[in-house]
């Protein structure tokens, strides 16, 4: 069974840095995607980011431009970069992986990022 860990979150005031890690049990060169995803109290969870096995990224409009994701095959690790952030960027972060050969979808268990003056 895949673990997905992550790491990095906190209080940060507004325009301020931080960088999340997602790091999985085994080689992550096995997903054909990794992402985040955030859940803000009282809302749904949305999409954040995607980076899929050949580096290719995608983001949801509310943080293009100001967080960036990566990721370190040798390290079996996932990165988000958050900057600028903003008051409703505040919201438990999780990573997820998808691997289509056989078919799973893996879940961290999240991390909180706060960000309040």
């Known amino acids: 069974q895949v673990q997905l860990v992550e790491s990095g979150g906190g209080l940060v005031q507004p325009g301020g840095s931080l960088k999340l890690s997602c790091t999985a049990s085994g080689s992550i060169s096995r997903f054909n995607a990794m992402g985040w995803y955030r859940q803000a109290p009282g809302k749904e969870r949305d999409w954040v980011a995607q980076i899929t096995s050949g580096g290719s990224t995608n983001y949801a409009d509310s943080v293009k431009g100001r967080f960036t994701i990566s990721r370190d095959n040798a390290k079996n690790t996932v990165y988000l970069q958050m900057n600028r952030l903003k008051p409703e960027d505040t919201a438990v972060y999780s990573c997820?992986?998808?691997?289509?050969?056989?078919?799973?979808?893996?879940w961290g268990q999240g991390t909180q990022v706060t960000v309040s003056s």
């Open positions: 997820d992986a998808v691997q289509s050969f056989p078919w799973n979808h893996y």
